[in-house]
């Protein structure tokens, strides 16, 4: 899942700033006092600004936890270099080229309880300058989900790992990086979020709270676009949609998202047996649409399934209420392609369906059962030995053509297909598609992990990753390992593993589990998505 709207901050302090169309304060006035002039010899005035340099550490915005602060400032432009050293074994460097005056960059890469020496060099226009400090960073937080490593070999693909998770025992949830030895090096204590992706500029950009914000390494933020303030002080933009699920930052700085509205229906089924899925009633229902907005919010396209899809069909779940009607298709995932198609996961219809670049439905995957003509001209039919998806998660392109997506495998079954629901393996798998012969076929699929198969009820990610050619696979809330559940082995109610695989071989490279004891966190832990991010700071 891959899964820039503006920076201030740490994208000021590491690349120029772009347009982004909310208000800025008008610029300082230049005041000018007529007099004599006094040349000052070149090799004082290096001296001079060599001294006028300065570092300190800054504190992040409350939540954010590890990583901190360095501000330098400088007389004229200078880049940096800072050398961090534990002293017990863990050292590193950090360096930003971009010629500034003004650098406030977060310090990531350190871990948690330990007491770092950092050295800041500060080069100039033929000056260097070294600054000493000192910094403890703090311990994981008391009530954090205790991860396992049951693999984690040399072979993973190089990069950090961010994922959200989530108990809903209490208010406590996380984002979290952690580096190549899995040791936390990063963490944000939001009130809510929902997936999260890294800005070519490196920001935050998620959703929060029914809307999309965008921040730094240090917690400030730089955009936030909602249908009422936030009122935490940050610049904000009011759209007219409740946004869910996913946000996602694309090439030339929109925003491409899922949104909500109410929708009332002339008929709509009562019920999901039989007799019932054949009757109706009018009902309020949750429509799901696609929205793409600019930096000042302001719509691009709009694209609502209700226009697309049968209001009247329903799957399992769909008779779930929430804030806006009935649960109808459940929109839970988005992703762009660059020419412009548009993928759609629709969990309570069982599908996933493509748009083309005028928001035109392309094709659909999913099972048949009570589908309009219409749909059914644009249905995929399967080839060979391919399932279909139940209750499915994140799809997006494979590199060298084709879909992966993660199919959680819940129910089974459609309403109409005159068969009981039952738990299948939950799986990644990859398909391809031929639009025009109308059909697809399974290129392979992944479900036995090192402890065997395991059954998610929710959640769930699949993104390939590029250098290794692997697959990241999130599985988001796992009810049991093999067949045993979770409160026979001892832990909550709920958990999740990571695991990064090759899809040739099915080897394992790398698999976390995230979870709590029973006796400490009854209910569990959640994932929604992980990513794997090569660099956490911008380098010019």
Not at 97 to 111: A, Q
């Amino acid at each position: 899942m891959t899964r820039a709207m503006v920076a201030i901050a740490l994208a000021s302090a590491c690349h120029p700033p772009e347009d982004t169309g909310l208000e800025r304060p008008p610029p300082r006035p230049t005041i000018s006092t007529p007099g004599p002039r006094t040349a000052v010899a070149p090799g004082l005035a290096l001296n001079l600004a060599e001294r006028l340099s300065t570092a300190e550490l800054v504190a992040p915005q409350q939540g954010i936890g590890i990583t901190y602060g360095l501000r330098v400032l400088s007389w004229g432009d200078t880049s940096l270099r800072v050398d961090l050293d534990d002293g017990a074994g863990h050292a590193f460097a950090l360096e930003w080229t971009d010629p500034l005056s003004v650098h406030v960059v977060p310090l990531l890469g350190m871990r948690p309880d330990r007491t770092y020496d950092i050295v800041v060099t500060v080069d100039g226009a033929g000056w260097s300058r070294h600054h000493t400090l000192q910094h403890t960073t703090p311990p994981v937080p008391e009530g954090f989900p205790e991860i396992d490593v049951l693999v984690n070999e040399p072979s993973a693909e190089p990069a950090y790992l961010m994922f959200d998770t989530k108990t809903p025992e209490t208010p406590l949830q996380y984002v979290v990086i952690l580096d190549q030895d899995l040791e936390m090096i990063w963490y944000h204590a939001p009130e809510s979020f929902g997936d999260v992706s890294l800005t070519p500029i490196q920001t935050l950009v998620g959703a929060m709270n029914g809307g999309a914000v965008e921040m730094d390494f240090l917690g400030n933020y730089l955009a936030q676009f909602a249908q009422i303030d936030p009122g935490n002080g940050g610049p904000w933009r009011e759209i007219p949609y409740i946004l869910h699920h996913e946000v996602t930052p694309l090439d030339g700085g929109h925003i491409l998202a899922l949104a909500h509205r109410s929708l009332p229906v002339a008929e709509y089924p009562i019920g999901y047996g039989p007799v019932r899925i054949h009757r109706f009633r009018p009902a309020e229902i949750t429509d799901e649409g696609i929205i793409e907005m600019d930096r000042r919010g302001q719509l691009v396209q709009e694209v609502w399934l209700s226009d697309i899809l049968d209001t009247h069909r329903i799957g399992y779940d769909s008779l779930n209420t929430e804030p806006f009607g009935y649960d109808w298709a459940h929109a839970n995932a988005v992703a762009r392609h660059n020419d412009g198609r548009t993928m759609v996961s629709l969990r309570h219809q069982d599908a996933v369906i493509e748009l083309d670049a005028d928001g035109e439905l392309s094709w659909y995957l999913g099972n048949r059962h009570a589908l309009t003509p219409e749909l059914s001209d644009k249905s995929l039919t399967p080839v060979g030995d391919a399932n279909w998806p139940w209750h499915q998660h994140a799809p997006t392109w494979l590199r060298g053509g084709g879909i992966v997506m993660f199919d959680n495998n819940v129910y089974g079954a459609s309403p109409y297909s005159n068969r009981d629901p039952e738990e299948g393996d939950s799986r990644v798998v990859a398909y391809s598609v031929d639009p025009d012969a109308g059909t697809f076929e399974q290129l392979w699929e992944f479900s036995e992990t090192v402890t065997g198969p395991l059954f998610c009820l929710a959640f769930g990610d699949a993104d390939p990753l590029p250098e290794t050619d692997h697959v990241l696979a999130t599985f988001g809330t796992i009810a049991s390992e093999a067949g045993v559940k979770n409160i026979d082995n001892g832990w909550g109610d709920r958990h999740a593993r990571i695991i990064e695989f090759d899809p040739e071989t099915g080897d394992t490279h790398l698999d976390i589990r995230v979870r709590s004891d029973v006796t400490e966190g009854p209910t569990g832990w959640r994932v929604y998505r992980s990513d794997k991010i090569e660099r956490l700071w911008r380098v010019d």
